[in-house]
């Protein structure tokens, strides 16, 4: 029961954090002050951006998690498919994301929720996960990077949460069509 209640706070919590990400008026993100009544009026809103508002809000790919880069398992080197010879799973599961835009490029910030689990032949320490990141617009990847992400496991009988975080920078021009893809790569079949 203690690991479902962890879960329900760690869920709570995550989405408390993820929440704030659109948190604000319209006002703040045009540098407008809500002390100023005027201010946050349409009417006082300039026509014409200025230097300072850099941010313009739009379009902002979704995060696309797949059903066969969402899991990640390692096993004992020579031992895969082995259920006793696993030495962790790692998986994501929900995400958001946030954007903003300059005139040349768009910043994805993305978050996902991670869990890693310890296995039979799991030991307790820094595993660095294969994640994968790949924006596609139109059929055109248009950006693709592979970074070690690296989650600790403290205790091998406590599933470890984790959160991805990467900021995903983009060419600005790209369509509504564009989607991010996140997942770990998986290990080369032989």
Request: aromatic fraction near 6%; charge should be neutral.
């Amino acid at each position: 029961m203690s690991v479902n209640v962890s879960r329900g706070v760690v869920a709570v919590s995550l989405m408390m954090v993820l929440s704030g990400c659109n948190a604000g008026g319209l006002g703040s993100s045009l540098g407008l002050s809500s002390s100023d009544p005027a201010a946050a009026t349409p009417a006082a809103t300039p026509a014409v951006a200025t230097d300072q508002q850099a941010f313009v809000q739009g379009f902002c790919p979704q995060i696309s998690l797949t059903d066969s880069t969402a899991v990640y398992r390692s096993y004992v080197r020579g031992k895969d498919g082995d259920a006793e010879q696993v030495v962790f799973q790692a998986s994501f599961a929900d995400s958001t994301r946030s954007c903003s835009r300059t005139d040349t490029t768009l910043t994805v910030n993305a978050l996902i929720q991670g869990r890693l689990v310890s296995g039979p032949q799991g030991k307790a320490g820094t595993i660095n996960l294969p994640v994968r990141v790949t924006v596609v617009d139109g059929g055109q990847e248009v950006f693709n990077e592979l970074e070690q992400y690296p989650v600790t496991i403290a205790d091998v009988n406590t599933p470890t949460q984790f959160i991805y975080s990467k900021a995903i920078n983009v060419p600005g021009n790209i369509s509504g069509l564009a989607r991010v893809y996140i997942g770990f790569e998986q290990p080369k079949k032989k």
